[in-house]
């Protein structure tokens, strides 16, 4: 993107200011000049809002993958231009996210959202017993889709990405998560919408990285929340995805 600089306004300005060949189109070139700056300086930046359960709650935390992001666009000088928030609930399902979203992002009129659950509708049902069934978590998770789709949001989803880290499908969870994640890759396909697939960046680093087929500690703090590695890689895959989005690609 152009850098609006104060050295390239002055070499700009200078430059018009200067040139006897174009005296009679000075007014005209200076203020489109000054209005293509004032456009630039101004422009509004894309809300990005990021909505689901505790892992997006402690998203925002000094060492967690929001703020992660934030650096990112800092350190590309883009900063100004993405307004991050955190819209995360521990526990939420994705019925509370349903029931939420009016106050929590429909408000907050977001350019982008980014629809990170799943964890807690596969983890309850053993944990607790208050899960969500497969057939109402899609239900839910179109209903969310439309409404974001009326405002015409920016949508991305994401597949939740770990309940246990051993790489041998012998997480008691496994064979659930990967059915959810399943659905949420074929809402992504049937809505056009872009999927940051976690659940396979996670088991890929895993596979890598993970030799002695530990349950936590490589991704994780407990088999579900983030570490610091485990934020980073939740960051750095969505990194491009809200930058596409922005731009319309």
């Known amino acids: 993107m152009f850098q609006k600089t104060p050295a390239v306004r002055q070499f700009v300005f200078r430059f018009i200011l200067q040139s006897t060949s174009m005296k009679f189109l000075r007014p005209v070139l200076l203020l489109l000049i000054f209005t293509s700056f004032l456009s630039m300086t101004f422009q509004k930046a894309k809300r990005v809002i990021f909505f689901g359960d505790s892992i997006t709650q402690a998203g925002v935390n000094a060492t967690g993958y929001i703020t992660r992001l934030k650096d990112a666009f800092t350190q590309k000088n883009l900063a100004s231009q993405y307004e991050l928030v955190g819209a995360g609930v521990s526990g939420n399902k994705v019925y509370d996210?349903?029931?939420?979203?009016?106050?929590?992002?429909?408000?907050?009129?977001?350019?982008?959202?980014?629809?990170?659950?799943?964890?807690n509708d596969v983890w309850h049902k053993s944990s607790s017993g208050t899960g969500t069934d497969a057939d109402k978590f899609e239900r839910f998770y179109t209903a969310i889709i439309n409404k974001l789709k009326e405002k015409n949001a920016k949508i991305i989803l994401c597949t939740p990405p770990a309940i246990g880290e051993r790489t041998?499908?012998?997480?008691?969870?496994?064979?659930?998560?990967?059915?959810?994640?399943?659905?949420?890759?074929?809402?992504?396909?049937?809505?056009?919408l872009p999927v940051c697939d976690l659940r396979k960046a996670f088991r890929d680093y895993n596979l890598q990285h993970n030799t002695d087929n530990k349950e936590s500690g490589i991704l994780t703090t407990d088999r579900v929340h983030l570490n610091e590695k485990g934020n980073q890689l939740v960051a750095d895959q969505l990194l491009p995805y809200i930058e596409n989005a922005a731009t319309g690609k």
């Open 168 to 192: 041998d499908y012998t997480n008691p969870q496994d064979g659930d998560l990967n059915r959810y994640s399943q659905i949420i890759r074929d809402l992504a396909k049937k809505n056009n």
């Open 97 to 119: 996210l349903y029931l939420r979203m009016e106050n929590d992002v429909l408000a907050k009129s977001p350019d982008i959202v980014i629809i990170f659950i799943g964890i």
